[in-house]
């Protein structure tokens, strides 16, 4: 597998085109960034931390029969994925109240939510990822409704083998987002990564924050939480 040039930068990772016009190399940096990327810090190890984690949790999704990017980690910082046509719509599910649903509907942090919340948020930084609905994802043609239907279907899925795995490792899953992507054949699959960036985890009987809210809200010790989740789970890092 031959690395050929950098095909775009996001805020944390850098994504490589390969010899192979399916596949992609994904980079994982230590750049740490918040509120829509108005805050960046580097941080030690997270760039490792995070591609080890994202290569574990998807290997435990597809076994459960999710279809996901990855193909095989490459080096600490690097894995080799399934190149996709990236939908630009985050797909969140939220089984307790947090972060900007705590804001815009001023319920309680930590409230259950019964059952679990679905949403969508256009991935666009310059506007703010505004809040959207299914049918703003087909008028504007970010996606198709039978798309749509398999986002949210996968989402579910991702919400049910994850609060398990979590649930054994003594914490709460309380909210997450996943980005999908279109492959050459077709399907919709998996893509971006699921690291404690992208999702909130909580300690089940202290509540303490185990994922980037450290970092948003300044608690420290950001990278010590995530291998502290990353060791319970049985990631090897
Ligand atoms: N399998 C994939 N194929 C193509 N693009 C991908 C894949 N996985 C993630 N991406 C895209 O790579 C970019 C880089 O990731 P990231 O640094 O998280 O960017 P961002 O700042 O946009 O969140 C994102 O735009 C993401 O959607
Ligand atoms: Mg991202």
């Given at each position: 597998m031959e690395k050929r040039e950098e095909l775009y930068r996001g805020k944390a990772k850098s994504v490589y085109k390969t010899d192979d016009a399916d596949r992609l190399i994904l980079l994982f940096r230590n750049d740490t960034s918040a509120f829509d990327g108005k805050r960046i810090e580097q941080l030690d190890r997270k760039g490792m931390v995070n591609n080890k984690f994202n290569a574990f949790i998807m290997q435990k999704l597809e076994a459960a029969g999710i279809p996901t990017q990855?193909?095989?980690?490459?080096a600490d910082n690097e894995v080799l994925v399934k190149k996709l046509d990236m939908i630009p719509v985050e797909c969140v599910v939220r089984n307790y109240a947090a972060g900007s649903l705590v804001k815009r509907l001023g319920v309680e942090e930590g409230m259950k939510l019964n059952p679990y919340t679905f949403e969508l948020f256009l991935k666009d930084d310059a506007k703010g990822d505004p809040f959207i609905n299914e049918s703003h994802v087909v008028a504007f043609g970010w996606g198709t409704a039978e798309q749509l239907v398999r986002m949210k279907e996968l989402s579910l899925k991702v919400n049910d083998v994850l609060t398990k795995l979590f649930d054994d490792a003594g914490?709460?899953?309380v909210d997450f987002k996943l980005e999908f992507g279109v492959f050459s054949d077709g399907s919709i699959v998996l893509g971006d990564e699921f690291s404690p960036d992208g999702c909130r985890l909580w300690?089940?009987?202290?509540?303490?924050k185990m994922d980037k809210d450290r970092f948003r809200q300044g608690l420290g010790d950001v990278i010590e939480a995530y291998e502290e989740v990353a060791k319970r789970l049985g990631v090897p890092l």
């Open positions: 990855f193909d095989k980690l490459l914490l709460l899953l300690d089940k009987d202290t509540k303490k």
